[in-house]
């Protein structure tokens, strides 16, 4: 089983939709939890931490499932610029983070 | 942009060549970080330094040595690479605490062709 599993897509929505993403993950060790968003050729940026009691941040909420080991993301009102790839992130600390990365699922928001 | 600067951003090297990444971060982070990008594969963390100290080192292959001469610079020497090798090269940084919860901020990546 992949460590951190994620739908590759293309997910192709018009624009104002909602989107979700799911990922679960495999080693119940992991500590926290986080989305990337990462455009094409640009480096990943965080869009947000995922946290057991769901948390939302504007249009996106995510949420985590421990019992599942289970992570989704939700996108209201889908905009253009929302076009990327969304990864799928867990950390597991021993002093230092150790981050393991989905392949990302890819997001298209069509006018 | 993100504290995290690498250079160069595009580099092209033949097998034989001898090439270095370098990386710097402005964040006053205590730990750095390598990985790897290849096409239709996710990043792969090569290697961390956590308070100028190598602590990880995910079974890459010795002709990639990195370097870390204090906690702001971090440098990947390249040497004797294979075509394989071709990917984009991301570094990170990021403040390790007791809680665990930090953040990675990545830099923009040096995008490396080995012919």
């Known amino acids: 089983r992949k460590e951190v599993e994620q739908d590759p897509g293309p997910f192709n929505v018009p624009e104002g939709a909602t989107v979700a993403f799911n990922c679960t993950y495999s080693n119940s060790a992991s500590q926290s939890f986080f989305w990337y968003r990462q455009d094409c050729r640009k480096e990943p940026k965080l869009l947000m931490s995922v946290y057991s009691s769901g948390n939302e941040d504007g249009r996106f909420t995510a949420q985590l499932n421990r019992a599942s080991q289970y992570i989704s993301l939700l996108i209201r009102d889908s905009k253009l610029s929302d076009s990327a790839t969304y990864l799928c992130v867990v950390n597991k600390v021993a002093g230092y983070s150790t981050l393991t990365f989905g392949k990302g699922t890819m997001l298209l928001v069509s006018p | 942009e993100t504290g995290v600067t690498q250079t160069p951003r595009h580099l092209v090297m033949g097998m034989t060549n001898k090439k270095s990444l370098k990386c710097e971060q402005h964040?006053?982070?205590?730990?750095m970080y390598w990985y790897k990008q290849s096409a239709k594969k996710p990043l792969e963390l090569m290697f961390v330094y956590s308070l100028e100290e190598r602590v990880e080192n995910n079974s890459v292959p010795s002709r990639f040595s990195p370097e870390c001469p204090n906690s702001s610079h971090l440098f990947l020497h390249l040497h004797t690479l294979q075509p394989e090798d071709s990917a984009l090269y991301l570094c990170?940084?990021?403040?390790?605490?007791?809680?665990?919860?930090?953040?990675?901020?990545f830099g923009p990546g040096t995008r490396l062709t080995v012919l």
């Open positions: 964040l006053g982070h205590n730990a």
């Open positions: 990170a940084s990021s403040h390790v605490t007791s809680v665990g919860n930090d953040t990675q901020y």
